[in-house]
């Protein structure tokens, strides 16, 4: 075991929001995904277990929740921003994102301008949902507090149309003929992982890792395995 202090000696916490597939998501009573595997060779590297904590991710990107002890790390598929560094470091980027919209099969809407006077789904606290408070102002814009609900909206009719990131509504259309990707909206945002403000020595060892699995072969073997075809 490294000397990092830890919340909870021997094992590295990591707060989450469920659903997020395929960064974080259940699978057969066990929680995998491309950010789990991610922060599991940083507890290898560390000598310890990952443990994950699901939480809003509300209180993930404000700090709350590394702020209050409730875990180590954050890693929720989270944008770098300006406003979350003010409450929370980030690790070294890890993953790219733009915004995208997704929407029925044939409903023929590929820009926010083509939902004037239709309904827009948002995920609560995400950078899509900011993006489409500043850009969607002529929808009616309808919060959702995780991602599952938003896209089975979607698949209801309940919305017209949804925001999210391009990589987690990618992988949801190639599993769902019903619902389309039809743009998006280059907002050029990366991946951190979350770490308490000031926790110097965790952060240089999450940055450390994440170099290593970049330099050997692993980052490319867990992008493999969620994203590959
Ligand atoms: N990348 C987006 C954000 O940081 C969405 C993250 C998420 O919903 N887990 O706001």
Request: charged fraction near 25%; hydrophobic fraction near 40%.
């Amino acid at each position: 075991e490294s000397g990092v202090p830890l919340v909870q000696a021997g094992t590295l916490v990591t707060c989450t929001h469920l659903p997020y597939e395929p960064f974080q998501f259940q699978e057969g009573g066990e929680i995998v995904g491309f950010d789990v595997d991610v922060v599991d060779a940083i507890a290898e590297d560390l000598g310890v277990e990952q443990e994950i904590v699901d939480t809003p991710f509300e209180t993930i990107q404000s700090g709350e929740d590394l702020n209050a002890g409730k875990c180590d790390l954050a890693a929720a598929g989270m944008t770098i921003n300006d406003v979350r560094e003010e409450n929370l470091d980030f690790s070294d980027p890890y993953f790219e994102a733009t915004q995208a919209l997704i929407a029925p099969a044939g409903s023929g809407y590929t820009s926010l301008d083509d939902l004037a006077g239709l309904s827009l789904g948002i995920q609560a606290g995400t950078t899509g949902a900011e993006y489409a408070q500043e850009n969607a102002t002529e929808a009616e814009l309808v919060t959702f507090e995780d991602l599952g609900l938003l896209l089975t909206a979607v698949q209801s009719g309940q919305v017209d149309a949804a925001i999210n990131d391009n990589s987690v509504l990618y992988d949801f259309a190639a599993d769902n003929d019903d619902v389309e990707v039809t743009a998006e909206f280059e907002t050029g945002e990366a991946y951190g992982i979350g770490v308490k403000t000031d926790n110097t020595e965790l952060l240089e060892a999450v940055n450390a890792s994440l170099a290593r699995i970049q330099e050997d072969g692993t980052y490319d073997e867990i992008y493999e395995e969620w994203f590959g075809t």
